[in-house]
């Protein structure tokens, strides 16, 4: 953490700050191969590597301090650490469990660097670094086996253990808040806020702590089965900074959901949309300007405190937002005093 930086809740109450866009999405347009993904260092790794976007951090580290860059020259003012998978839970699937602590003080040192070098040259708009909590591949309120629905695949003292290790290294990387983000499973989440507050209570600190949930589709509900409202419920214990949504959605389809938690939160309100929804190839078309015109909406509604993308969007998709946001004032919310 700088302590030299103004204490993010105070920017928040002075004006919206704009969250980063999407890591992978940038990395794919770098076109990386297996050979990229290993470097000299694991050259010989027992399993392919290719597709470990956090590996990158290690094997590709200008690439990443790039598309940190770019964000930031777009005017971002929270940027993501490159550490959505650095858990050892995650990381089973390419045998580099023992490598988590490395990859996420490597990944928060990145963006402190960068984070730093931006605050300096203008002291009037710090950069904050957010240390990514990804959801983990695995649910520990659901079972993953149709035909034995008492099984869980991961408990929640294995879910402490891996987030409080996560996030200890991405604090004494010099990650200034932590994002929990992508919620799937509520349980899942309250492991990670958990390993939060366990460590806050052993380094003597308060840590900013975002946490931000996903609709899966339609239905308006988490994948463990929640209502936007009851998530919310579920998580007003917490001492956080903020609660939101993102992925899954895009902008418009997002706002009935962000429009249930910001009129019944205490919290600052976040959001990172998608690009749109995925075309029939996976991909996502949807503009800067198209993106920028539905979140419009968040605003005018006095909705949120803090916005960017989630996949698909680029620096292109951030800066058109940092305008837009720049024009309107900060929703009010009761835990900013």
Known sequence: MNEEKPDIKSQLKERILVL???MGTMIQQYRFEEEDYRGNRFSDWPCALKGNNDLLSITQEACIESIHQSYVDAGADII????FSSTTIAMEDYQ??????ELNFKSAEIAAKVAAKATKKNPDKPIYVAGSLGPTNKTASMSPDVNNPGYRAIDFETLR???YQQSKALIEGGADLLLVETVFDTLNAKAALFAIDELQEDLGMHIP??????ITDASGRTLSGQTAEAFLISMQHANLLSIGFNCALGADQLTPYLESISSRSDFAISAHPNAGLPNA???YDQTPEEMTLH????LQKD???IVGGCCGTTPDHIASIARLTSTYKPRVWKSAD
Do not use: C
């Open 20 to 22: 980063d866009g999407a």
């Open 80 to 83: 993501e650490t490159n550490t």
């Open 96 to 101: 580099m469990q023992d490598l988590v602590e």
């Open 161 to 163: 253990k891996a987030y």
């Open 209 to 214: 702590t975002m946490l931000s949930g996903t």
């Open 281 to 283: 190839f996976g991909e």
């Open 295 to 298: 979140i419009e909406e968040y």
């Open 303 to 305: 909705l949120i405190n």
